[in-house]
């Protein structure tokens, strides 16, 4: 599958209480070379819900394919007293006990995700994956960027970072390899066409929008939400009001990885009045994420998803979905509605463990089904969208 840009949480002093984050944690799996990964701060969502995220008493019931969190900080625990990585310990336990999404952090990896909220990071600009063979492979360079200006393309494969072979190594050691500070070099050995070259590039700050918006020549808005980064929700907001009264909106979610479920929510208050988004669990204990009041009910809508519109992207097409609030076209969503919350441990790394599931409105639980469009398309599909929208009374 193709791999994603790194969008990041926001650290936090996890002593003072654990953070909630429905987390596409696939992100890590297949790579991005940019020096973090994509994270979702539910902890925002739920403050502006008045709603607890606290873990409840480590006796309370644990769901099959979770890791024991008592478990995890107790492997660590015991390698950090013998001279060995916690993080590694960890990670062992976590990766035996079918936690899908569950992963472990060193400190630099978690401090990372920072940049991530505004929609920047420290990198050199390409998107990564791994291919089937095992090879981390190019998936997208990111337009002006140091990758850009060097010369690589997507499909290029990447043998080795500052001479360290990548082979064998997983993504986020690769990552590692990758991270440093803005304008220091780093010298990346690729294969491309089964020639070997070798391009030495230096790290930037990068940035990229999260939120654009088109006017197309029949009347109709496209807003394309590229993540759920910090600003990218009332920027959906901003975009809504902007649109000519009564014209129609394709809220454009395809490839979307998810992002931030506080700004999730803020889009979906766009098109809604109040009233449910999402619910939650936290090993058994519910919890609600409602919109804010005032969203425009009226204006028709058409979301547009396909099998890269993951976790707070499929929150936010759920809710439109369930509520009548938009037609859904396009494909399969990924299927990401797990939970995850954060556990300091002892040698300062950080485990993300599966706590539970989220549901849209109507009850659905999305995590390994996703959502099915209710109109299927493959080609054309924005095109496909404004013939809805003529359907629903709107277009040329």
Request: charged letters at 25%; hydrophobic letters at 45%.
């Given at each position: 599958?193709?791999?994603?840009?790194?969008?990041?949480?926001?650290?936090?002093?996890?002593?003072?209480?654990?953070?909630?984050?429905?987390?596409?944690?696939?992100?890590?799996?297949?790579?991005?070379?940019?020096?973090?990964?994509?994270?979702?701060?539910?902890?925002?969502?739920?403050?502006?819900?008045?709603?607890?995220?606290?873990?409840?008493?480590?006796?309370?019931?644990?769901?099959?394919?979770?890791?024991?969190?008592?478990?995890?900080?107790?492997?660590?625990?015991?390698?950090?007293?013998?001279?060995?990585?916690?993080?590694?310990?960890?990670?062992?336990?976590?990766?035996?006990?079918?936690?899908?999404?569950?992963?472990?952090?060193?400190?630099?990896?978690?401090?990372?995700?920072?940049?991530?909220?505004?929609?920047?990071?420290?990198?050199?600009?390409?998107?990564?994956?791994?291919?089937?063979?095992?090879?981390?492979?190019?998936?997208?360079?990111?337009?002006?960027?140091?990758?850009?200006?060097?010369?690589?393309?997507?499909?290029?494969?990447?043998?080795?970072?500052?001479?360290?072979?990548?082979?064998?190594?997983?993504?986020?050691?690769?990552?590692?390899?990758?991270?440093?500070?803005?304008?220091?070099?780093?010298?990346?050995?690729?294969?491309?066409?089964?020639?070997?070259?070798?391009?030495?590039?230096?790290?930037?700050?990068?940035?990229?929008?999260?939120?654009?918006?088109?006017?197309?020549?029949?009347?109709?808005?496209?807003?394309?939400?590229?993540?759920?980064?910090?600003?990218?929700?009332?920027?959906?907001?901003?975009?809504?009001?902007?649109?000519?009264?009564?014209?129609?909106v394709v809220l454009d979610l395809?490839?979307?990885?998810?992002?931030?479920?506080?700004?999730?929510?803020?889009?979906?208050?766009?098109?809604?009045?109040?009233?449910?988004?999402?619910?939650?669990?936290?090993?058994?204990?519910?919890?609600?994420?409602?919109?804010?009041?005032?969203?425009?009910?009226?204006?028709?809508?058409?979301?547009?998803?396909?099998?890269?519109?993951?976790?707070?992207?499929?929150?936010?097409?759920?809710?439109?979905?369930?509520?009548?609030?938009?037609?859904a076209v396009g494909s399969r969503?990924?299927?990401?509605?797990?939970?995850?919350?954060?556990?300091?441990?002892?040698?300062?790394?950080?485990?993300?463990?599966?706590?539970?599931t989220y549901r849209t409105p109507?009850?659905?639980?999305?995590?390994?089904?996703?959502?099915?469009?209710?109109?299927?398309?493959?080609?054309?599909?924005?095109?496909?969208?404004?013939?809805?929208?003529?359907?629903?009374?709107?277009?040329?």
């Open positions: 599958m193709p791999g994603l840009p790194a969008f990041c949480l926001r650290p936090r002093d996890l002593r003072r209480g654990a953070v909630l984050t429905l987390a596409f944690l696939a992100a890590v799996a297949t790579g991005a070379l940019t020096g973090c990964w994509d994270r979702e701060d539910a902890a925002a969502a739920a403050a502006a819900a008045a709603v607890r995220t606290d873990l409840p008493a480590s006796g309370a019931p644990r769901e099959a394919g979770t890791a024991d969190r008592d478990a995890v900080a107790r492997a660590a625990a015991e390698a950090v007293a013998e001279g060995k990585s916690g993080k590694k310990a960890a990670q062992d336990v976590v990766s035996r006990s079918g936690d899908r999404w569950g992963t472990v952090y060193d400190q630099g990896e978690y401090a990372a995700f920072a940049e991530g909220l505004d929609g920047h990071w420290t990198g050199v600009g390409v998107w990564a994956g791994r291919a089937h063979d095992g090879v981390i492979k190019v998936d997208k360079v990111q337009p002006g960027s140091p990758a850009a200006r060097a010369g690589l393309r997507a499909g290029d494969r990447l043998l080795s970072v500052d001479g360290h072979a990548v082979t064998g190594l997983t993504v986020t050691d690769v990552v590692a390899l990758l991270r440093g500070a803005a304008g220091t070099p780093v010298v990346l050995n690729l294969s491309r066409d089964g020639a070997d070259l070798t391009e030495t590039v230096r790290r930037e700050q990068l940035r990229t929008e999260p939120v654009t918006v088109r006017q197309r020549a029949d009347g109709v808005t496209v807003i394309k939400v590229i993540s759920f980064t910090r600003g990218s929700g009332e920027r959906v907001r901003a975009a809504v009001r902007a649109a000519p009264p009564g014209a129609g395809r490839g979307n990885p998810g992002g931030l479920v506080a700004e999730a929510v803020t889009a979906a208050s766009a098109f809604l009045d109040g009233g449910l988004v999402a619910t939650y669990d936290v090993r058994g204990d519910q919890r609600v994420l409602h919109a804010a009041p005032g969203g425009d009910t009226a204006r028709p809508l058409v979301a547009l998803v396909d099998g890269g519109t993951m976790s707070a992207a499929e929150l936010v097409t759920g809710a439109l979905q369930d509520r009548g609030r938009a037609v969503t990924f299927g990401k509605g797990s939970v995850q919350m954060p556990t300091e441990l002892p040698d300062g790394s950080v485990a993300e463990l599966t706590v539970g109507a009850g659905r639980s999305l995590d390994g089904s996703g959502i099915t469009p209710d109109v299927a398309a493959g080609d054309r599909v924005e095109e496909r969208a404004v013939t809805v929208l003529g359907g629903l009374g709107v277009g040329p």
